[in-house]
Every structure is written in C-alpha cells, then in structure tokens.
C-alpha cells in the first residue's frame, strides 16, 4: 500500500473507532511516526494533508527538520526516550515532546528550551503504567513530582500524559490505556491534563475506545521499516 493508501485508511480506521465510542474523530489526533522513514515518505504524507509527524532521536529529527524545512505547517513530535544530553537538541527542533518522565529531565528541557526563544513548549510526562523496567517512563506514584517540575519551567506547559503498553496482548493494553485514564482523573482531570498520548499501530482502536486524544502510528502509514 502506498503511504496516500495507508494513512487515508488509518483516517478511516479512527473514524469508525471515534464513531462506535461516541466521540468525534476530530477529537483524536494523528501522529504520523516517521521514525527511520526517508524525507521523501514525509513529503508524500504531507502531501495528503498530514502534518504531524513523530520521531524518537533527537539526530533523526533535527536532519529531517532541516532536509524539510520548507514545509511551513508541519509539526514535530519527540515520541522516544529522551536523554538529558540531547534536550537541547529536541528544544531546538520539536513543537511537542511526548517523554519527559523525570524531575531532572523537566528542568533541563525547560533551561534548554528558554534558550532557544521559540516560545512555550507543549511537553507530556511519559508514565510507565506497567512497569516494564526495560522501558522508559515515570512511575505512577511519581507524576505528581514530575508535574511539580514542569511547572516550575516558564518555557514548558504540562499537556498531558503518554504511555506505551506491554507488545502483543490487547487485554493487557486495553488494561494500560484504562489506567493512563484514571491515572488523568486522579491528577486534576481533562482540565489540567487534556491530552492522553496512547495508541499504536497495532491498538490505537482500543486507544481511541478508551479516551485517547493522540495515536502514534508507523507501521500502518508507511509499512514497515
């Protein structure tokens, strides 16, 4: 399928998902992960209207910025762990950082991105819901600390929360994204967190069942890497 094919039918998939939760699709954004994919593969998604695109290392996406920089409405998201050495990087480059999952990545993000002078930067604590200690993620009993420092960052605004769910069983995601929901109820709500990040190639359907406002999809767009 070609990348035109492939996202229209992902639009199509939130849609029919947006539809049977009762909500409306145009409530649920689509991250396009371009993440190893080639600047022409992002030029013909933007050509089929979509604009923003998520990556998850900061060389990546500073070379893609610059290589398309001539597209004037596309907007980056910084998805994958972000390590404190390379925040200066995504502050120069990203308009959404998805992964901040610690104090000390709060305040460096935040001094980094002061220095670049592009204005607020949207940020997301990435929670860790299951607890996988091979990925990244804040604990749940640490949001509140790690909610703390962001706010404490002039040049950050606290968005939201994403997370990533165990690969290859759709109980055990459905399992996650509900608990991302609850973990957003018991910390201030829509109001203080309107965005929850959550849905991937192989369940951002359930994702967007379960409260989604944001699906990171690859695969399904541009096939596979």
């Known amino acids: 399928m070609s990348v ?31 993440k190893a994919q080639p600047a022409g593969a992002i030029r013909r998604a933007y050509g089929a209207g979509q604009r923003a695109f998520g990556e998850s290392y900061a060389q990546e996406l ?20 972000l390590q404190t050495n390379k925040a200066k990087i995504v502050a120069r480059y990203a308009h959404v950082v998805h992964s901040v ?30 607890r996988e200690p091979q990925k990244a993620g804040a604990a749940p009993s640490e949001i509140d600390a790690v909610m703390q420092a962001i706010r ?45 990040s959550m849905g991937m190639s192989a369940d951002f359907e359930m994702a967007v069942a379960c409260g989604s406002t944001c699906v990171r999809v690859g695969t399904a767009i541009f096939g596979e890497r």
Do not use: C, Y
């Open 4 to 34: 035109e094919g492939g996202l229209a039918a992902v639009r199509e998939r939130i849609e029919r998902a947006a539809a049977g939760a009762g909500r409306s699709a145009r409530d649920v954004k689509l991250v396009a992960v371009s």
């Open 62 to 81: 500073a070379a893609k910025a610059e290589a398309l920089v001539d597209l004037d409405e596309i907007e980056w998201h910084f998805i994958g762990h």
């Open 101 to 130: 999952d610690s104090e000390v990545l709060a305040h460096e993000l935040g001094k980094r991105a002061a220095r670049e002078a592009r204005g607020v930067l949207p940020v997301l604590i990435e929670v860790n819901v299951a």
């Open 152 to 196: 404490v960052e002039p040049s950050l605004v606290l968005q939201g929360l994403m997370t990533v769910p165990p690969a290859g069983s759709p109980e055990a995601a459905r399992g996650v994204f509900g608990t991302l929901a609850t973990l957003r109820s018991l910390h201030g709500g829509p109001g203080t967190l309107p965005e929850l």
